[in-house]
């Protein structure tokens, strides 16, 4: 060994024969007890060395939002399979879905596990439920479990509702079959049940009165008009109501009206193209079967209190009064000119038709102007006002849900608007539903008092007393000859039909209302054809309505 040598080794003492035993570890010199390697192309492929990396473990939160996708995207076969008991969960799921009917399913994760998670760990959710227009929507939550190198979902009943226990089913309860909200007289329906919300069966049934009937209905019980979601037993036995509310059934409130007069009277006024009304009431009772207008009559509700000269339909109450005073009974012999001035005022009938001397019953049926003016001629101021009071063209009533008004007529200022006022003309005025009840008045023999909800009363803010037992006797005596031999001939084959024509001039005179008013049986109407041009017009209408009404 040099000199050299030696000095490098003893400098570094034993570090020597850690840096020889570390070369001799890492250089492998070619010897003959150690073959130099081959190529690794050279090698046999089965002695080549492999390794394999296993692929980590899905986070429990990816593996809970892929669940809860699947739940609501009602793919149960997906969901189920990342559950520890796929054929419990699969059948649940898709028998819960198949008893309920959503529309569909929406579920939010409102707690997921952490970032790192290892044993057993709890998720949170909410599930919303769309049945249409209403949403069910509660918390519950489930357990994962890692199984192996997979985290499952634990199932259990309480994941879909966490009141479900073990055997237990939700079931979707229809409502039950609702009676109508309002039925007519007979027991038809008028409104019936829209959730929450009465509404007409038939949309263009009586819309004057459409807001008073559905006050009247009121609102209907429970949330969606009665269909729930209740938790059931093995047996089907109900244990819980989960959602909804459960319906009393209630009777249907019931009003006046009739479905088959309200639609004679509609399809009546429908007829004609000028504005056109018409209202009908059952005389012993009082109960509004019928309130139509057409569309030229327009929306305000006019059949019901808008005012119009009534024209000869009036001489109901001149008639009255004359009687009344004694200047006459039904036979009382009368001179009815074609024309005559009467306090400065002329009068002429229309047509200019001269009957000469007949009974008043006569001049009644053919409506003879000439006679009436001299009758009233003679009369005190207020009794006119006071014979149309006894037919209730004074009184006041508090229907529930309506507006009326019945007439106007106030004391002749004069000896020519006395004349005037007794054939329905001057100041006198009097809406539909007034005459509708004058000539229910004469039908029933006493005061009526109009009603269009039996259970909900009207107030009488103020009343009249109706004319005498001898006044109504006579009076349905002229007013079925108006029919059967006078201005109402037309009606004559629609069975007894009694009442009085009327027709009402108004502007400079050029134009005229045609007016009837009158019963048959039990049913009293008054109908109205503004600028009808003679009382013809509103006789054409009543031949519809009572041939339609029956």
Known sequence: ????????????????????????????????????????????????????????????????????DYFAAQRFENAAALTDDPNAARAQLSQVVQDLHPTSIKTTATALPPDTASGQVDVQFEVAWSFDTRVWQYGSGFAMARSGDRWLVHWAPTLVHPDLAAGDRLAFVAPPDRAPALVDR??????????ATAQPVDPAFAPLLTTALRSAAGGGAGSGGGARIVRRDAAGKELENLFGETVVATDPVKTTLSVRSQSAAQAAVDSVDKPAYLVAIDAPTGGILAVAQNSAAGGAPKALNGLFPPGSTFKVATATAAMAAGK????????????????????????????????????????????????AAGLPA????DAAAQFGLAADFEIPGLSTQTGHVRPAQSGPEQVENSIGQGTVQASPFGLALMAATVDKGAPVTPQLFP???????????????????????????????????ALAGYGPVAGKTGTAQFGD??????????????????????????????????????????
């Open 1 to 68: 060994m040099s000199s050299t040598r030696k000095r490098w080794i003893l400098a570094i003492g034993g570090g020597a024969v850690v840096i020889i035993v570390a070369l001799a570890f890492f250089v492998l010199l070619p010897g003959k007890d150690t073959p130099a390697a081959k190529p690794v192309s050279e090698n046999k492929p089965d002695t080549v060395a492999t390794t394999t990396s296993a692929a980590p473990v899905e986070h429990p939160g990816k593996v809970a939002e892929k669940f809860l």
């Open 186 to 195: 007979d027991g038809k329906p008028v409104l019936g049940w829209q959730g």
């Open 328 to 375: 006459a009974t039904a036979n009382t012999p009368l001179n009815c000119p074609a024309s005559a001035v009467i306090s400065t005022r002329a009068v002429h009938n229309a047509g200019n038709f001269d009957l000469g001397t007949v009974p008043l019953h006569k001049a009644f049926a053919e409506s003879c102007n000439t006679t009436f003016a001299a009758l």
């Open 382 to 385: 207020n009794s006119l006002p």
């Open 455 to 489: 259970t909900k009363p009207t107030v009488v803010k103020s009343g009249y007393r109706g004319p005498s037992a001898g006044t109504v006797s006579a009076l349905r005596s002229m007013m079925r000859e108006v029919v059967t031999a006078g201005t109402g001939r």
């Open 509 to 550: 005179g050029s134009q005229a209302h045609g007016w009837f008013a009158g019963y048959r049986g039990d049913v009293a109407f008054a109908i109205l054809v503004e600028d009808g041009g003679a009382s013809s017009a509103a006789v054409a209408v009543t031949g519809r309505f009572l041939a339609a009404a029956g």
